[in-house]
């Protein structure tokens, strides 16, 4: 598919505001320049459009310089292209700057479950069955891909959108791994 992508983001992307930002990486809000090509990817054996002209997306922008072993992150890509489902966030391209490693993703703007938690005071039993639904419906999808996510974490679950009822979307797996079939996950995070 191409995923990897030497050339400079801001050709195809507008970048915007700041959205978040965490010990190495920053995520911000970006548009599809409106005279760039559609992006295809696999999805069950067929390609499907996943990326239009116009598109608003996030771009988790993270800093070479900061980073320890540049194989965490590739391990967080390679988890990340292997997966495709309504709970979990979604990777479409990579640009492999000098400096800097630009995943683009899908951007969900509906804040973190923790937020929203707090904002409520509690969330009802209703409210509370949606969440772990959604979440344990994620959780099965990786275990069946032998993916641990490692950093489960109200923080680590944001809404899709603002509005009640908005799907949950799981985030952040640079501490996922692929554990191969009878072996155990034994590291300490």
Known sequence: MGFFKKSDITK??????????????KVKKAKRKAKTADV???VGGKKKVVLKAGADMAIK???????????????EIEIMQDISHPNVINLFEIF?????????????????????IVAKG????????????????ALKYLHEKKIVHRDLKPENL?????????????????LAIHVPKGELAKEVC
Do not use: H, W
Request: hydrophobic share 35%; net charge negative.
């Open 96 to 116: 492999d700057e000098p400096k800097k490693m630009n995943l683009v993703m899908e951007l969900v703007t509906g804040g973190e479950l923790f937020d929203r």
């Open 158 to 174: 944001l809404y899709k959108g603002k509005a009640p009822g908005a799907p949950l979307k799981l985030i952040d797996f640079g």
């Open 122 to 137: 509690s969330y009802s039993e209703k409210d509370a069955a949606q969440c772990l639904k959604e979440l344990c419906s």
């Open 12 to 25: 195809l992307y507008e970048i915007g505001d700041e959205l978040g930002s965490g010990n190495f990486a």
């Open 61 to 75: 922008i993270i800093d070479k310089a900061k980073v320890e072993d540049m194989g965490d992150i590739t391990r």
């Open 40 to 42: 295809e990817k696999e």
